[in-house]
């Protein structure tokens, strides 16, 4: 808490109209700042107050653990918006709050007689949150959808998996965790902007979008450049099996390859250069797991992890819902905290140094504050309409000094230039950004040819200094200077290891908030360990609902930018207390406990209930059947979701299968449990259809059904191009390439936002280190011949 003891988010009041998953994780967030959040509930309440990803029942008077997490400290009014006296109590409440977040999709709002410009009539500066699968313009709005079939359409789904078997999801409703993240930017930033102008605005969140920023690791970048489609595939080595249980590992570096060749014992496939390539190391999976399993026979996963860590290799053990809970390190960080509930879960993903976050308090029964909120009503202020100002981007004039590498951090200041922050990104040609040389392609200037690099990049600057060198240290001191934010994501030795410690970065400049992104935190006995976002992803348990029944899979790299969101909110929070106290401090976002909190409901069941949750590869409890169906041709596969019991008669209708119109398959719990036979059925019948025919069928009979479509084939996509969400710019190297904007269209923001290119290496030396900081053509020069700066990498 502040000095004043006032909270971050003390001021902001959102009413949250959602249910489910994306919006409540999004209000979620404000909540632990200190935000007020009216949930308003249907009569018959939100659906997740009865789900159980196990399929069991919630017991009779309570509600589910998932939602309790979700929705702990909010307060709950039922209101029926078919209803015009209820409607009026909907307008009486927004007139008194800052956002509103809505999930009723393609014309949901206008189904009920309401629209943003009703909310802006009673409020002008009220913010409006929209979030659906398509987004509410464009060619697929009105396209039935589910995360499953989002997860087809955007690329993710057919990389994952074995090549030969069908293309497999993402588990544990990833996604829309995913999803709800992006709510939540459009809230703060919007939010912010309103503040400052004194109007509101409209935000259209495309899970779609949303999708194919976070998981499919730019592949529409990739395939601007090369003609090779991406195949599916496990990593190798990935999720392996030891003497007592599962070890994961994230190869990502060809030092790292060579590293694990020795620790496992194996020169000989070291020398093998092919395997430099991790497609070929997928192609001969077979025999490079086999070599390990060998090795790991009479090895515990604890045994290969620590001996992993002394050679810098990634690795971690896979996370269940239980095991999560018993793991030391996380134990020794106090990462779970008591619900009021009667459960465990995970406390919030990231940790302020001064600013407190808001006491947990209980989930709200359904329309438990019905009387307090209508009687607050009468004394209820209506927002003060402040002057119009011209409308500007939230974070313009803000510096961030940005050390950050590969994607998770990367992401963040991606999302900081995005809204107007100047960043200025800090390399060296000793060491780039490891990302320029992993997944890119060889070509002049391999370095600037990095599909993850040039993604995550775009509108900053760049400058390269040697900070193991005494004036490159010094010049990174005066940049910190007169900077906002520091920002890095090394493991936690390093920055000591370059003397640059809080205690220094607080000396130069007090109000500098720094931000530090450690994989597994600054303190316990993982702190020293490496981790990348797919080592996240195993030991907070996402991995563990993710693949086949016998093998777990990593969902691959979603914890990358879902850390990124995190950190932005966290930025932003420290940002409100430094506004209140005028002082910094420091962020704390460990990757691992970001992505325990979307792997949420593993730790809630498991604590509230004892069930462990397992995979079901393709399938969920919540509809059935679901499945990927193989149609003729190369590759063909089609995903497709019955949602409920009339869809269910469409497709019998639809494809004539007699054996379909058993009466065991005409409820939701029958068709879960005779899934098996349901599906050999509808495979026979799919294996005669012709993929571009039955996919557009079964969309205008309302069925959501998407092919699986390859990452390097998401465009040309009507919707993407109708909303815009990709730009044009023309780089140096790469010349005309098409690049990725925000999953998120705002009515007033759409124009401001910068379109630019991610920088070559070193490209603002000039201008920052000469123009800004006043350095001579001749310091330049020395620098350079110092290798204190360049523009190519040193060993290139």
């Known amino acids: 808490m502040t000095e004043s003891g006032k909270l971050p988010f003390s001021d902001l009041k959102i009413i949250d ?23 308003v509930e249907p009569p018959e309440g939100d659906v997740l107050r009865r789900w159980r990803a196990s399929g069991e029942p919630v017991p009779e008077g309570m509600d589910a653990p998932l939602f309790q997490f979700l929705n702990a400290s909010k307060q709950s009014i039922a209101l029926d918006l078919n209803s015009e006296e209820d409607r009026k109590v909907l307008l009486q409440l927004v007139a008194s709050a800052d956002a509103i977040v809505e999930d009723f999709g393609y014309q949901g709002l206008q189904n009920y007689g309401l629209s943003y410009e009703a909310f802006a009539e009673v409020n002008p500066a009220i913010c409006l949150v929209s979030i659906s699968p398509w987004g509410l313009q464009g060619s697929y709005a009105d396209r039935p959808a589910t995360e499953f079939t989002l997860q087809a359409a955007s690329g993710s789904m057919n990389s994952r998996g074995i090549a030969e078997d069908a293309p497999m999801c993402a588990g544990g409703r990833l996604g829309e965790w995913n999803v709800g993240t992006y709510a939540a930017l459009a809230v703060v930033t919007s939010w912010l902007g309103a503040r400052q102008s004194g109007r509101g605005q409209h935000m259209d969140v495309s899970a779609f979008e949303a999708f194919i920023l976070s998981t499919t690791s730019y592949r529409d970048l990739a395939s601007q450049w090369s003609d090779d489609l991406l195949g599916r595939t496990m990593e190798v080595p990935s999720i392996e099996m030891a003497k007592d249980g599962w070890v994961g590992f994230c190869i990502i570096t060809g030092q790292q390859w060579l590293d694990f060749c020795a620790m496992i014992g194996r020169q000989d496939i070291a020398d093998n250069e092919d395997y430099l390539d991790t497609r070929n190391r997928s192609r001969d999976g077979t025999f490079i797991k086999a070599a390990f399993t060998e090795w790991a026979a009479d090895k515990t996963v604890n045994e290969i992890v620590e001996l992993a860590t002394l050679l810098r290799v ?46 947990l ?3 709200p029964a359904l329309n438990q504050h019905r009387e307090a909120i209508l009687s607050g009503l009468e ?14 981007l939230p974070l313009k004039g803000l510096r961030v000094v940005d050390l950050t590498a590969f994607w998770a951090g990367p992401f963040a200041t991606w999302l900081m230039a995005q809204f107007g922050a ?21 070509y002049d200037s391999l370095w600037e040819w990095s599909p993850v690099y040039a993604g995550a990049n775009t509108s900053k600057r760049d400058i390269t200094l040697n900070l193991s060198k005494e004036e490159g240290m010094a010049l990174l001191l005066r940049l910190i200077a007169d900077a906002d934010i520091l920002i890095e994501n090394y493991s936690a030795r390093v920055l000591d290891q370059f003397g640059l410690t809080l205690e220094k970065v607080r000396a130069i400049n007090p109000k500098t908030i720094l931000v530090r992104m450690p994989a597994f935190g600054l303190d316990g006995p993982w702190k020293d360990r490496p981790g990348f976002a797919m080592n996240v992803e195993q030991v907070s348990g996402q991995a563990w609902v993710t693949g086949y029944k016998d093998i777990p899979l990593v969902p691959r790299g979603a914890c990358d930018p879902l850390g990124g969101t995190h950190a932005f909110i966290a930025m932003i929070e420290a940002l409100e207390h430094r506004n209140t106290t005028g002082e910094g401090q420091l962020v704390e976002v460990p990757l691992v406990e970001a992505a325990m909190n979307i792997a949420a409901e593993q730790m809630v069941d498991y604590s509230a209930y004892g069930d462990e949750l397992a995979r079901q590869e393709n399938r969920t409890k919540k509809y059935a059947p679901q499945g990927a169906y193989q149609c003729p041709g190369d590759n063909n596969w089609l995903a497709m979701t019955i949602e409920n019991d009339q869809q269910w008669q469409t497709l019998i209708e639809l494809t004539s299968i007699n054996e379909l119109t058993d009466s065991k398959y005409g409820s939701l719990q029958g068709r879960n449990q005779y899934h098996d036979e349901i599906e050999s059925f509808l495979s026979r019948w799919f294996a005669e259809q012709d993929i571009t025919v039955i996919q557009p069928k079964l969309i205008a009979l309302g069925i959501p059904a998407e092919i699986t479509i390859n990452g390097h084939r998401i465009m040309p996509n009507q919707q993407l191009i109708d909303r815009n969400y990709f730009y044009n710019a023309v780089h140096p190297v790469t010349s005309e390439t098409r690049y990725p904007g925000l999953p998120i269209n705002y009515s007033n923001f759409d124009k401001l936002f ?8 070193g490209e603002h030396n000039d201008e920052i280190l000469g123009g800004e900081l006043g350095l ?6 020395e620098l350079r011949e110092k290798q204190i700066i360049g523009e190519r990498p040193s060993f290139m």
């Not at 919006?23 to 404000?30: A, E, I, Q, R, V």
């Open 17 to 39: 109209l959602s249910g489910e998953i994306s919006g409540p994780y999004c209000t979620k967030l404000f909540i632990d700042g200190g935000a007020t959040v009216i949930k």
């Open 361 to 363: 308090g209980a989930a």
């Open 776 to 781: 001579s053509d001749e310091e330049l020069a």
């Open 422 to 442: 100047d960043v200025v990104k800090v390399e060296s040609i000793q060491r780039p950004d490891g990302m320029r040389f992993a997944g890119g392609f060889a």
């Open 754 to 761: 910068p379109h630019g290119l991610p920088p070559i290496l």
């Open 314 to 359: 990634p690795a971690a053990p896979v996370g269940t819902g239980k095991s999560v809970l018993e793991m030391d390190h996380l134990q020794q960080r106090q990462a779970f905290i008591d619900n009021p509930g009667g459960f465990k879960q995970p406390r919030v993903g990231f940790r302020m140094e001064k600013s407190a976050q808001h006491p």
């Open 379 to 392: 004394n209820e202020p209506t927002k003060r309409v402040k002057p119009a100002n011209a409308i500007e």
